[in-house]
């Protein structure tokens, strides 16, 4: 059982900047995929960015977000720049499940996940 945490969520003005970290415990964090997702009031859950478990291979839909992470931390990391009011959700990070390819899910739009954080709130303000 994997246990993802989130933090570095909060209130921003618009053109601010955060970056969301996410902890993995209890698995073995440098052989999964991770991604983020968001979701905003009435909206469905949605991708943000993902990366492979070696640190390859980065996908985001966003320029302004930046996905990393440090597998010695067990931490994947979303860094936000030049936020915008849109941009305010729940974000939430995933493990991807086993074996599944990045792109495979981004071109198909079908994601299979195995574990989900509780998620941390940005909400940024115009």
């Known amino acids: 059982q994997v246990q993802l945490v989130e933090s570095g969520g909060g209130l921003v003005q618009a053109g601010g900047s955060l970056r969301l970290s996410c902890v993995a415990s209890?698995?073995?964090?440098?052989?999964?995929?991770m991604g983020w997702f968001r979701q905003a009031p009435g909206k469905e859950r949605e991708f943000v960015a993902a990366?492979?478990?070696?640190?390859g291979n980065e996908y985001s839909v966003e320029s302004r977000f930046t996905i990393s992470r440090d597998n010695a931390k067990n931490t994947v990391y979303l860094q936000m720049n030049s936020l915008k009011p849109e941009d305010t959700a729940v974000y939430y990070c995933?493990?991807?499940?086993?074996?599944?390819?990045?792109?495979?899910?981004?071109?198909?739009?079908?994601?299979?996940?195995?574990?989900w954080g509780q998620g941390t709130q940005v909400t940024v303000s115009s």
């Open positions: 995933t493990v991807f499940a086993t074996g599944q390819d990045i792109r495979t899910m981004i071109a198909s739009g079908r994601w299979q996940y195995d574990y």
């Open positions: 209890g698995g073995l964090f440098s052989w999964y995929h």
């Open positions: 990366i492979r478990w070696d640190g």
